[in-house]
């Protein structure tokens, strides 16, 4: 070919993922076939989409022409193209001479525009910052449902020395015992009105442990 590429160059114009892509054909024959080929590569249906943006940033352009097909001819079709699509530097092209054309010539355009939003990467301190500012809120207990407002400390300051002669002192506990007696005749309660329940001489409406004289000792 007059200039030739290869896949390399189709991977250089689409290095960068996301974007928008497009792609367009014109052809042209005659006197001016530059003229018109060019003329219905802009008109061409897949370039008037309504999401199609204004300008492209990379652009792969390819010319197929006859023996006709000179340098200055592909340098007047990359520079018409490169003004249309308003890029002027990211644009890869390549000629190829075809006899058999004769004085046809075919242009494709194949591009890329990228997106116009950029999202912008978190520095790794800041990124650090969140982590912590949310691990605080998670570890603090939410009770305001309740009525309580709790304040978690953030001071790092050691807790102050508390001298031993303001520290509470523990009573020595006692370890006499006292015992409970119970009097045999204490009320009977509801039961105080009705006859006694006797067996073999014992009043079963009296507590067994008060009946067999047990003794129960507390601690004071």
Same mark, same amino acid.
């Given at each position: 070919?007059?200039? &030739?590429?290869?896949?390399?160059?189709?991977?250089?114009?689409? $290095?960068?993922? !996301?974007?928008?892509?497009?792609?367009?054909?014109?052809?042209?024959? !005659?006197?001016?076939?530059?003229?018109?080929?060019?003329?219905?590569?802009?008109?061409?249906?897949?370039?008037? =989409?309504?999401?199609?943006?204004?300008?492209?940033?990379?652009?792969? %352009? &390819?010319?197929?022409?006859?023996?006709?097909?000179?340098?200055?001819?592909?340098?007047?079709?990359? +520079? #018409?193209?490169?003004?249309?699509?308003?890029?002027? *530097?990211?644009? %890869?092209?390549?000629? %190829?001479?075809?006899?058999?054309?004769?004085?046809?010539?075919?242009?494709?355009?194949?591009?890329?525009?990228?997106?116009?939003? @950029?999202?912008?990467? /978190?520095?790794?301190?800041?990124?650090?910052?969140?982590?912590?500012?949310? +691990? &605080?809120?998670?570890? #603090?207990?939410?009770?305001? !449902?309740? !009525?309580? *407002?709790?304040?978690?400390? #953030? +001071?790092? *300051?050691?807790?102050?020395? @508390?001298?031993?002669? $303001?520290?509470? $002192?523990? =009573?020595?506990? &006692? +370890? $006499?015992?006292?015992?409970?007696?119970?009097?045999?005749?204490? #009320?009977?309660?509801?039961?105080?009105?009705?006859?006694?329940? =006797?067996?073999?001489?014992?009043?079963?409406? %009296?507590?067994?442990? =008060?009946?067999?004289?047990?003794?129960?000792? /507390?601690?004071?």
């Amino acid at each position: 070919g007059l200039i &030739n590429q290869d896949f390399s160059a189709l991977r250089a114009v689409f $290095k960068n993922l !996301g974007g928008k892509t497009l792609f367009a054909t014109g052809s042209g024959s !005659g006197e001016d076939f530059v003229k018109i080929a060019l003329e219905e590569l802009f008109i061409c249906p897949l370039l008037h =989409m309504g999401d199609r943006p204004a300008n492209l940033d990379c652009i792969l %352009v &390819n010319i197929i022409g006859g023996a006709n097909l000179g340098i200055s001819k592909v340098n007047t079709i990359v +520079s #018409q193209v490169s003004k249309r699509f308003g890029s002027k *530097e990211d644009i %890869v092209f390549g000629a %190829v001479i075809d006899e058999a054309l004769g004085d046809r010539i075919e242009i494709c355009i194949l591009a890329k525009a990228d997106l116009e939003v @950029v999202h912008k990467p /978190i520095d790794s301190s800041e990124e650090v910052s969140l982590k912590i500012d949310k +691990s &605080n809120e998670e570890s #603090q207990p939410n009770l305001g !449902g309740i !009525g309580l *407002e709790t304040q978690i400390s #953030q +001071s790092n *300051e050691p807790p102050r020395a @508390v001298h031993k002669s $303001k520290l509470s $002192k523990k =009573m020595p506990v &006692n +370890s $006499k015992q006292n015992e409970f007696t119970f009097d045999t005749e204490a #009320q009977r309660g509801y039961f105080d009105k009705t006859e006694r329940n =006797m067996y073999k001489d014992e009043d079963l409406d %009296v507590p067994t442990f =008060m009946r067999k004289g047990i003794k129960i000792r /507390i601690k004071t």
